[in-house]
Nanobody, 124 residues
Framework: QVQLVESGGGLVQAGGSLRLSCAAS????????MGWFRQAPGKEREFVAA????????YYADSVKGRFTVSRDNAKNMVYLQMNSLKPEDTAVYYC?????????????????WGSGTQVTVSS
């Protein structure tokens, strides 16, 4: 049974940093591209970042480029999202997702497995 469990969310002031983690089990992570998405109240789920199975390719939403960094450790079955220079508009529930592919996907519909999310709140 595939499980993705996010952690590391919390309340932070604008300009601060958080590091989200996604622990994967029930799959061989090195076969999967991974994505991070977020959903704010009343808004649709939106793409944040994605990383290829090897970590050699990454994509970011324009709104987070230069502030967020996605990385992975396949040996530990972990994926990370380092978030710096946080803004109030980054407030959302953050989800990690997995899809078995050798490319990188940026749409929610492409992903097969999802975590339950972790809340990130950025105060002004």
């Amino acid at each position: 049974q595939v499980q993705l469990v996010e952690s590391g969310g919390g309340l932070v002031q604008a300009g601060g940093s958080l590091r989200l983690s996604c622990a994967a089990s029930g799959l061989t992570l090195s076969y999967y591209a991974m994505g991070w998405f977020r959903q704010a109240p009343g808004k649709e789920r939106e793409f944040v970042a994605a990383i290829s199975w090897s970590g050699s390719t990454t994509y970011y939403a324009d709104s987070v480029k230069g502030r967020f960094t996605v990385s992975r450790d396949n040996a530990k079955n972990m994926v990370y999202l380092q978030m710096n220079s946080l803004k109030p508009e980054d407030t959302a529930v953050y989800y990690c997702a997995a899809v078995r592919t050798n490319t990188v996907a940026r749409t929610p519909e492409a992903y097969n497995y999802w975590g339950s999310g972790t809340q990130v709140t950025v105060s002004s």
